[in-house]
Nanobody, 121 residues
Framework: VQLQASGGGLVQAGGSLRLSCATS??????MAWFRQAPGKEREFVSA????????IYAESVEGRFTISRDNAKNTLYLQMNSLKPEDTAIYYC?????????????????WGQGTQVTVSS
């Protein structure tokens, strides 16, 4: 099973980026985004259930980021708007078979390799 994250880059503060995470060969009930800034622990960003009807967000991104998925394409997305320098991090997609949404990284079994997002001030 592979999760391949893409879409990162360099953007000015206030700008937007859309991250994608393609899964190969498998589908997952719960998918999520985490991020890790230099010198910090990996932190939860957002998670979504299979249907897309249920989502949860970290308080720091609520109202600016939108998680979505296209099950026909086996792809997870993260639309990031109004980006801030503090959003700079490596963004990872994660997945698990359980249906309950969770913020805890230890409960995700599958991880992508990460994509770098850098927001300049």
């Amino acid at each position: 099973v592979q999760l391949q994250a893409s879409g990162g880059g360099l953007v000015q503060a206030g700008g937007s980026l859309r991250l994608s995470c393609a899964t190969s060969g498998r589908s997952f009930n719960t998918m999520a985004w985490f991020r890790q800034a230099p010198g910090k622990e990996r932190e939860f960003v957002s998670a979504i259930n299979w249907s897309g009807e249920n989502t949860i967000y970290a308080e720091s991104v609520e109202g600016r980021f939108t998680i979505s998925r296209d099950n026909a394409k086996n792809t997870l997305y993260l639309q990031m708007n109004s980006l801030k320098p503090e959003d700079t991090a490596i963004y990872y997609c994660a997945a698990r078979h359980a249906t309950v949404l969770t913020r805890y990284r230890g409960q995700y079994n599958y991880w992508g390799q990460g994509t770098q997002v850098t927001v300049s001030s």
